[in-house]
């Protein structure tokens, strides 16, 4: 990495888990902590970018001089981020979203009773589809994804299916990798075919080593 060399780029990143509301006091998340997006940020900032942060709920505090946008719901983050794609240059998504949310959310809290609560779920909109779909030349899609079986086909799926330029996947069930973790064990897909396994590196390295392949991938169909 070189410092300075998103000078002029805006970067937009997404992190944590999304929050799904089931009544006032409950509700469907996930084991996300926001670290791999909140490192992302920070590197981006520190190599010079505009950087938009987009967070679902984390403990973490924010990098100094981020723009940050705070979110709640997968529907909230479409929205946020929908609301600035075109200005941005690179779009980073590490937030683990939820696929699906509560039908129906409660105005009171649920009560308890006797028989099994069933939970009806329905689709949340997918960000990162929209986005790949949306996407113009100039922009850089990097996308995540969490497996836990098939790490190599779902990845290439996920590469083509949401149109994205790098993907970042990780086998979250190895130890030091995945959710909440200060580590993380990840491989890099991209459009072209190749693929790069990356060893057991602390969040803010790996942060630094996505940006490099961001940087790298630009200077190929940019120049
Ligand atoms: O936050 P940490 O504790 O540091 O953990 C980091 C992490 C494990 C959350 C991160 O490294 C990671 O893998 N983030 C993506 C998690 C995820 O939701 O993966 P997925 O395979 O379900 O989704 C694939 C991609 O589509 C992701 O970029 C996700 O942001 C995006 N997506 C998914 C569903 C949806 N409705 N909208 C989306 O945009």
């Known amino acids: 990495s070189s410092p300075g060399d998103f000078g002029g780029l805006k970067v937009l990143v ?28 920070a590197a981006a900032i520190q190599r010079g970018a505009a950087v938009t942060l987009v967070s679902a709920p984390t403990s973490l505090d924010p990098p100094a001089g981020a723009e940050l946008v705070s979110v709640e719901t997968a529907r909230q983050m479409y929205q946020a981020v929908m609301e600035r794609f075109s200005t941005q240059d690179v779009v980073i998504k590490a937030a683990a979203v939820a696929d699906y949310r ?48 098939d790490l190599e086909a779902n990845a290439q799926q996920k590469l083509r299916k949401k149109n994205l330029d790098l993907l970042v996947a990780n086998d979250v069930t190895q130890p030091g990798a995945g ?8 491989k890099l897909f991209y459009r072209d075919g190749r693929t790069q396994s990356l060893p057991v590196m602390d969040k803010k390295t790996l942060a630094h080593r996505i940006l490099d392949a961001v940087i790298e991938l630009r200077s190929q169909t940019h120049s």
């Open 14 to 41: 997404t992190a944590g888990g999304t929050r799904e509301p089931l009544d006032p006091v409950r509700y469907i998340s996930n084991r996300s902590s926001g670290k791999m997006g909140y490192a992302l940020a």
């Open 179 to 186: 959710f909440g973790a200060d580590t993380n064990i990840v």
């Open 102 to 149: 509560p039908k129906i959310v409660a105005d009171q809290k649920i009560k308890k009773s006797d028989g099994t609560l069933i939970l009806e779920l329905e689709k949340n909109p997918d960000i990162l589809y929209e986005l790949g779909q949306r996407k113009e030349p100039h922009q850089t899609l990097v996308g995540f994804a969490a497996e836990t079986e």
